[in-house]
């Protein structure tokens, strides 16, 4: 299994930015993706999360301004981040889960100027 996020970078407050993360190794169009993030000093967190049947799921900080989406014919996973505030900065992995154990994409760094 194997995720690779792209996508982060320099944003001010107010902007946007659209996360990827392409995913091999397993059948994507059954899986869970997820998206988590962490900011220094703190502990991961989910941000969002779509099904296999593109149910989505979102933390309360993010709801309303972060889209998740996925399209099983490219086996690529998306964030799209609006309305950004500094507090959304952190490094953002994408994640799945296969058999009882957890894969995590590398990161991407989103950082959001005031």
């Known amino acids: 299994v194997q995720l690779q996020a792209s996508g982060g970078g320099l944003v001010q407050a107010g902007g946007s930015l659209r996360l990827s993360c392409a995913a091999s190794?397993?059948?994507?169009?059954?899986?869970?993706m997820d998206w988590y993030r962490q900011a220094p000093g703190k502990q991961r967190e989910l941000v969002a999360a779509?099904?296999?049947?593109?149910?989505?799921n979102y933390a309360d900080a993010v709801n309303g301004r972060f889209t998740i989406s996925r399209d099983n014919t490219k086996n690529t996973v998306y964030l799209q981040m609006n309305s950004l505030k500094p507090e959304d900065a952190a490094v953002y992995h994408c994640h799945t889960r296969q058999i009882f154990t957890d894969y995590w994409g590398k990161g991407t760094q989103v950082t959001v100027s005031s």
């Open positions: 779509v099904t296999s049947l593109g149910s989505t």
């Open positions: 190794g397993f059948i994507f169009r059954s899986n869970v």
